[in-house]
Nanobody, 135 residues
Framework: QVQLVESGGGSVQAGGTLRLSCAAS????????MGWFRQAPGKEREGIAY???????????????YYADSVKGRFTISQEKAENTVYLQMNDLKPEDSGMYYC?????????????????????WGQGTQVTVSS
């Protein structure tokens, strides 16, 4: 069973930075593709960053990342494999970045992870961490 625990949310002013963490446990192959999603009140859950974390099959996609246009160039997803942790570094935050941020995981191959799968594809979810950006 995979478990995901997010942390690092908070309140910042526009232009500020935050780093979110997602501590993962459970079978590594079951969480080969990990993503960060966010959801603002009244809006659909939006996938913003993905990373393929499974290196067991020597996949050419290992470490590959994908970003939504809304965060490209400002956010960076990364992993610390030894700590089973995935990070989301968020720079130059804007008020429209506010929302609940969720970490998610699913077992898919790298080619699919690289396309930025929609939320319904993901099997495992964390409880979320709130990000509020004020103008």
């Amino acid at each position: 069973q995979v478990q995901l625990v997010e942390s690092g949310g908070g309140s910042v002013q526009a232009g500020g930075t935050l780093r979110l963490s997602c501590a993962a446990s459970g079978n590594a192959s079951s969480r080969s593709c990990m993503g960060w999603f966010r959801q603002a009140p009244g809006k659909e859950r939006e996938g913003i960053a993905y990373i393929f974390t499974w290196d067991g099959g020597r996949s050419m996609y290992y470490g590959s990342t994908y970003y939504a246009d809304s965060v490209k160039g400002r956010f960076t997803i990364s992993q610390e494999k030894a700590e089973n942790t995935v990070y989301l570094q968020m720079n130059d935050l804007k008020p429209e970045d506010s929302g609940m941020y969720y970490c998610a995981a699913v077992s898919v191959d790298g080619s699919w992870c690289a396309t930025g799968p929609r939320a319904t594809i993901f099997t495992y979810w964390g409880q979320g961490t709130q990000v509020t950006v004020s103008s």
